[in-house]
């Protein structure tokens, strides 16, 4: 399996349980989002677009997709949204399909445009690695079946702060509903993060 392999298999509408651990606190918060991923070939504007926003050439990339969510946390105050839409784009390595650059059009912890780095490990898990300014991420996404995926993820903050969250992920059962949140009706910038 290769990445874009990994986003075709992620197409669809997914149920998100989550629980994080943030680690300074000791303590656990647990909370929930409904997810859509659409699988975007190479040619999507979107991607192209991206790739030129990260000042890529646009056919080197193989792909890409386009996310939504909609969640709550359990310590969230009343102005907080967990929200938003991102764009993915991937550019593998000339000697490795399995790795390589992911350009996003904003970063899972803070709100810009960001490049980082993936692979698909030795159990078909995807792995993405992500330096911003301020901290860095992992995240790993893993098919336990078809249509449950699991995922592991832990935020570093460069002042000690540290989470660390796993999620379990369950596939809609109709695809139909999916369709009211393509890329085609939903704008590109994003105000918030996967």
Known sequence: MDAMEF???SGGRWKSQRT??????????????DIYVEALDAKHPKVIEIC????YDPNLAVGGAFVSWDGSMAWDKDDENHE???????IPDADNPKAGVLLRERGYAEIVP?????HIDELNGL???TEYDTMSTI?????ADPNLRLRTSTVQRFGGFNTATFCAEMRHESETESSTHSTSDT??????GW
């Open 7 to 9: 986003f075709k298999q």
């Open 20 to 33: 994080t651990h943030h680690l300074a606190f000791r303590r656990a918060e647990t909370g929930g989002s």
């Open 52 to 55: 030129q926003m990260h000042e």
């Open 84 to 90: 938003g839409t991102t764009i993915f784009a991937l």
């Open 114 to 118: 960001i490049a980082g780095r993936y």
């Open 127 to 129: 792995v993405l690695i």
């Open 139 to 143: 995240e790993r996404f893993w098919f």
């Open 187 to 192: 704008p590109f910038y994003a105000v918030s």
